[in-house]
């Protein structure tokens, strides 16, 4: 099913790349290098805030581990995260700078780290909903009933995500590493319950990305307003809901932008180049960086 629907989707993209004119993109030029050049060099904040997420992850399990160590198995994660579907092998990487005994707690925590991003990119897109409506009708009102049901789509996101450990119990409530996984652990961050920090950093990174794409778009001329930010809500919306294959959402994200920002603008060569761009920096870029890493991490375990 995966295969199907990736293979639509590129076809997709293949017949949305079909209304571009090719030769636009040798007049393409960065209109504002400042937006630009800020765009990118917020990719360190983005994995600053996924760092973030990491360490609170280990905090909550009191694994006594160097920092030097967390960074390492963070960077190795992001490798092994862009190679796999939907991002969400980042934990085979992270794992291989533990022991055998506290590798499970990590791959069970990180799901719900993972859980939080997915919950973030999924309530950001029905709140634009909300506002603009669906693609290529957002000037239509939606209808009392529809919002009332996305509403409660938020809701039940919110419920879902709380109650997870709650129906993960019912599987593991006799293994000893479930029983030592306690959610309202104290760090130093606010003193927060572990699942709200996640969502809570997970937020903060999807306004991250958001304003990196933004930014992006606008240094190349696109024109600027919160319609534009509602409308890549819903370009992350939809691309987090197809499933992808490898190389962290490729072709898949660029196939929503050229449907979805096609509705804003006519400058199609400008969302491809834009998209491209943000996956380069974003997971291309950090893939590149972190690969020696997951090198020490295999070496490692052998």
Known sequence: MKIFLFTLVVYFLY????????????????ENVSFFLFGILLLLLNWFFEFLKWNELIEITKIKVERKTKVKSFLAGILTGFLTPNLLGNFIGRIYYFPRRERIELVYLTFFSNAAQFFASIIFGLISILIIGFPKDFEIDLSGLII???????????????????????FFKNKKWFSRIKFNHESNFFKLNFKVKQLILSFLRHGVFTFQYFLILISFGIKADFVLILLIWQVFFWSTLIPSLWLGKLGIRESMALWILGTYTNQLEIVLCSSLILWFVNQGITAIIAFPFFKLATKKND
């Open 15 to 30: 017949i949305q790349v079909q209304k571009i004119d090719l030769e636009k993109f040798k007049s393409l030029e960065i």
């Open 148 to 170: 009332f049901l996305i509403s409660i789509l938020i809701l039940i996101c919110f419920i879902f995500y709380f109650k997870l450990n709650s129906l993960f119990s019912v």
